[in-house]
């Protein structure tokens, strides 16, 4: 699932195409949006607020969007070949020089955009807001806190807590909080963890390369997550990789035993 700084940078790549703009066609493949047409509205901006994607329009109109596990926006020159295939297209917004197609976005829901709330009003605060404040991480390090003895792992990835984490900065946030994904939220400072939390997401946010090292040179962008066959980043040692979560919740999450203090299950 796409995490908080590529839906941000989604939201950067769609507004700098559509802001201020008119639409000059609208074509919705989506059963319950069939039949809208939003040709001749002004696109005003696109928000984002953790993982969901909120796409603004003249007349107080929005259209909600989550990217889910595979969903996209992509930009094309009019006329241009999409770089997916078109059945899998859900949405396209388009202006003079512009298409902005939607691939596997199934969650689509126009409404008022004073309305927003209805879609993110439970989320804890967004590590990527503009408004980001001190209450912000004092917010979110209290909701963290909230259950000492829960996995640190399934906290961070609680947008409740704090939105926009997904399994990659689940994984790489505790390997550089020294602690196992399982270990308790009471092993940690949760101001800590909020803190890094954002510093890692505002550092991609504006680019395709994420990295938690601060190197984007292919294979050495990231300390353990997917680092099974290449061994720690930092020591060198063997990573292993071990499920976290139940059911459709269930992650892959890499650790190093050597770096990492704390429970771990068998494999």
């Known amino acids: ?28 493949r989506h059963p319950a949006l069939a039949t809208t047409d ?13 993982k969901h994607l909120f796409t603004r329009f003249s007349g107080e109109l929005s259209l909600h969007s989550h ?7 992509r930009v094309f020159a009019p006329g241009a070949r999409w770089t997916l295939p078109g059945h899998h297209a859900r949405v396209v917004l388009a202006n003079r020089e512009a298409e902005v197609v939607g691939f596997r976005v199934h969650d689509l829901a126009l409404l008022p955009t004073g309305e927003e709330s209805r879609f993110v009003g439970h989320l804890g605060p967004d590590l990527l807001d503009p408004q980001w404040s ?20 399934l906290a961070l990835l609680d947008q409740r807590v704090m939105a926009g984490i997904g399994n990659l900065y689940k994984v790489e946030i505790c390997f550089l909080l020294g602690v196992t994904p399982w270990s308790p939220v009471t092993a940690i400072d949760p101001a800590e963890a909020v803190a890094l939390a954002r510093k890692l997401l505002l550092a991609n946010a ?22 099974t ?23 892959p999450t890499w650790y190093c035993p050597a770096c990492q203090r704390g429970p771990a299950p068998q494999r």
């Open 1 to 28: 699932m796409p995490e908080g700084d590529v839906v941000f940078l989604t939201g950067v790549t769609m507004s700098r195409a559509l802001a201020g703009t008119r639409l000059t066609r609208s074509d919705f």
């Open 38 to 50: 939003l040709t001749g509205r002004e696109v005003l901006g696109v928000r984002t607020v953790g």
């Open 67 to 73: 990217l889910k596990m595979d969903g996209s926006w």
């Open 134 to 153: 001190d209450e912000h991480a004092r917010e979110a390090a209290s909701a963290l806190a909230a259950v000492p003895s829960r996995e640190l792992g």
């Open 206 to 227: 504006r680019r395709h390369e994420q990295s938690t090292t601060g190197q984007l040179t292919r294979g050495r962008r990231n300390w353990v997550y997917e680092r």
């Open 229 to 251: 066959r290449a061994g720690c980043f930092r020591c060198g040692g063997p990573v292993r990789v071990v499920s976290q979560g139940e059911g459709t919740h269930a992650r």
